[in-house]
């Protein structure tokens, strides 16, 4: 017998195995007699995840129309198509603790008269959002936590000049051409999902799992962001890919970050050590290698519960223009930064001594005041003294000093304070002080004066002279001596050496 004669018979008695040992065989006889599965036991017991059959090209007739002894009648009839019709999403969900549970497509998909997105299916009435208020009929205390956290309010960006950039400037009026926003900011933030008359969702809106997606019965977010479909692994939710979907680029390049930090480096050399697969995944009990996104902002240690709010333990509002501490800025909120701090500084000490985490948080704040109080707060107060003289007008990006702000805040002064966050020096100084310096100082400030000197020429003496005023108190403080030195003249609104 030839080597490829025997490399087929093994791999046909693997067949029979698996599929003989598959929790699909039982009811084989019993499902022949009718073109759907039979009713199900309600309190059988669970199928073990492990004897999950494999789908291979030479089992589809085998198992085409088997169902599994626990599931309910609904969920019965959904497998008997979605085996056939929607193969990995089936491997998916056989691959869950979903499936060890009993918990079918049914169970999730329900639908409830009156929802605005629910429609006949086979007899059922069904949505195909499963949103957070779904998944909080089994997941209170975790839905509640999202529902508190900055990641179910990411929609709420229509007002930001990013989504002005990326709809009106990059965009076209036609509703249909706002595909720059639609499918980059709202595919991350969230898309409010439109239903049609039947039931059915819009095109334009959907698919979406961004993570503050509103959703038709009125929730907002999508746990399908982190925890992928169908499978829901907690395994992939605890790896730093799960938040790269949209905590990288230019002005939130976090998973850039935290692979070029010590943590990252550490969990990519001692993944095989990681116990990512660890019902409670606690740092200094089930790993010591390093951390990643979701050990620092969201898992258990030996101090803190496992939250689903991500905004339980930050202590600086990195995002905004001007950074401030968390509960102390506009909105005057009841959330204390030094409770936030407290938290995550329980989870450092998982790894660290409390001296080199007091020490990093000198460190850290260090930089956000600098960056602030050098850069971003002078920049703040020239743009407000511009909008309030009329010297700009209220639309974002229709002047050049309007571009260089939102690349000097949203940009580079957004790497800056990230990447000192998490450890990465890189973007803290090449890609971060660098640029903003550069923009503040060869863009920003001769833009400004030729605004002022242009007012001049138009008989905006006024205007122009409470603006100057701003502008030259701002350049003579001690931080900016070096930029003029005393040498430098006003010529047509530029600076002269």
Known sequence: ????????????????????????????????????????????????????????????????????????????????????????????????????????????????????????????????????????????RETREFTQSIHARAADIKESPAYTLATTVQGMPDESMSAAGKHGCLQCHGSEVKVKSSGKLEATTWPNSGIGRINPDGSRGACTACHQ?????????????????????????QKEIYDESKHGINFYANLDRMNLQSPKWIPGEDYDTGPTCATCHMSATVESPLTHDVSHRISWNLKTPVSHKMGEGPEKSEVSWKENRKRMQEVCISCHTETLVENFYQQYDNVVVLYNNKFAQPAQEVMDSLAKSGLRSPANFDDPIEWS?????????????????????????????????????????????????????AGKTEAAAEVAKVLDAILARPEHAWFRGGKGTEQGGKVVP
């Open 229 to 253: 479909r169908h499978e829901f692994s907690q395994i992939q939710a605890r790896r730093p890919e799960a938040c790269g979907k949209c905590h990288r680029g230019p002005a939130h390049p």
């Open 1 to 140: 017998m030839s080597g490829t004669q025997w490399l087929e018979m093994l791999r046909m008695v693997w067949v029979v195995v698996v599929f003989l040992g598959s929790p699909l065989v039982a009811q084989a006889e019993e499902e022949t007699k009718a073109n759907i599965p039979p009713v199900v036991k309600e309190n059988a017991p669970a199928a073990p995840m492990e004897t999950f059959p494999a789908v291979t090209p030479a089992e589809p007739e085998k198992i085409s129309r088997k169902t599994f002894d626990a599931l309910s009648k609904e969920s019965a009839t959904c497998v008997s198509c979605h085996i056939e019709d929607n193969r990995s999403l089936y491997q998916q969900w056989g691959g869950s603790k979903h499936y060890g549970a009993n918990v079918g497509c049914y169970e999730c998909h329900r639908a409830e008269q009156g929802d605005p997105d629910a429609f006949m299916h086979k007899k059922f009435l069904i949505s195909i959002i499963v949103s957070p208020k779904d998944c909080g009929r089994c997941h209170e």
């Open 405 to 457: 702000w939102f690349e000097l805040w949203h940009q580079a002064g957004r790497r800056i304070r990230q990447g000192v966050s998490m450890q990465a020096p890189d973007y803290v100084q090449w890609q971060g002080f660098h640029d903003i310096s550069q923009l503040f100082y060869t863009r920003f400030v001769p833009q400004a004066e030729t605004l002022i000197a242009q007012a001049r020429s």
